[in-house]
């Protein structure tokens, strides 16, 4: 990952040019940097098996102030025809949050629902009972949740990430992000996570409860589902500002592909 012969400059135009998600990184970052002397890389974790192949790279930086900044690089296959993919992130937290969300290391995820070798209407009875449990998980009342740990790091920032991503037209609008402007700390949770087939398309389904501090004590809550039920398979992220549109939203997607 050291290459001795190359540049910082060089390094980061070569890091943040091939990063698919560079634009989400915070505008401070960016400018902090543009003042970095040296670099060094390591590799941090990976993980290999048949269908996934997963590394996460520390870049540390030392800027023209004497401080330092570190990018947490994910590299994955989870590209068409397993093409290699790169993410950048300024957080470990981030980083590990990110590989949870790769299709073959899921956690939670349960296993494809097969093809029944018995005949067609056992297969039938088998796809609309997968698709009933599916439908009900979806919607189930989460378990007890742990002790929230909030974090204070550029809060609104993270705030304003997660709604710029959103591709839904229903997203939380301006009250809400002017209301996220005042965020302290924030914590991220993932309430669900599965993969299954739907209408005989492989479909993954998460949602994740960001919930942010505000300067004044009281608390407030986006959720963020991410799945790959769209009609190319593409992921795709949805906010709503309450839990109950969330998973109804999900249901409403594993119904209509």
Same mark, same amino acid.
């Given at each position: ?5 190359? /540049? ?7 890091? $943040?040019?091939?990063?698919?998600? &560079?634009?989400?990184?915070?505008? =401070?970052?960016? *400018? ?8 060094? &890389?390591?590799?941090?974790? =990976?993980?290999? =098996? ?7 790279? #520390? ?8 401080? =330092? ?6 590299? +994955? ?13 300024? *957080? ?20 494809? @629902? ?21 439908? &009900? ?20 920032? +993270?705030? #304003? ?14 009250? /809400? ?26 479909? %993954? ?11 004044? %004590? /009281?608390?407030?809550? $986006? ?11 593409? +992921? ?7 839990? +109950? ?7 409403? #997607?594993?119904? @209509?592909?």
């Amino acid at each position: 990952m050291n290459d001795p012969y190359e /540049t910082t400059e060089t390094h980061l135009e070569r890091l $943040l040019g091939r990063a698919l998600n &560079s634009f989400d990184l915070p505008d =401070s970052t960016i *400018e902090r940097l543009d003042s970095a002397l040296a670099h060094a &890389s390591s590799l941090h974790s =990976s993980h290999h =098996s048949a269908a996934l192949h997963r590394a996460t790279y #520390r870049h540390a930086y030392l800027l023209s102030d004497g401080s =330092s900044l570190v990018l947490w690089e994910l590299v +994955h296959n989870t590209g068409r025809d397993g093409a290699e993919q790169h993410e950048l992130y300024t *957080e470990e937290s981030e980083a590990r949050l990110a590989a949870s969300r790769l299709p073959a290391g899921f956690p939670g995820f349960a296993g494809l @629902v097969g093809d029944d070798p018995d005949g067609a209407d056992a297969g039938l009875d088998a796809d609309l009972e997968a698709d009933w449990e599916l439908l &009900s998980s979806l919607m189930a009342t989460p378990a007890a949740p742990l002790p929230r740990m909030y974090v204070p790091d550029d809060s609104p920032d +993270h705030a #304003r990430r997660v709604l710029r991503r959103a591709e839904n037209a229903d997203q939380p609008g301006e009250e /809400t992000a002017s209301l996220l402007q005042a965020a302290f700390a924030h914590h991220i949770t993932q309430v669900f996570g599965r993969q299954c087939q739907v209408e005989g398309k492989d479909a %993954g389904f998460t949602l994740y409860e960001h919930a942010f501090l505000l300067l004044d %004590g /009281t608390e407030t809550s $986006l959720w963020e589902v991410e799945h790959t039920a769209t009609p190319d398979g593409r +992921h795709m992220c949805e906010v709503y500002a309450e839990e +109950h549109t969330a998973r109804e939203a999900m249901e409403l #997607r594993a119904r @209509v592909r």
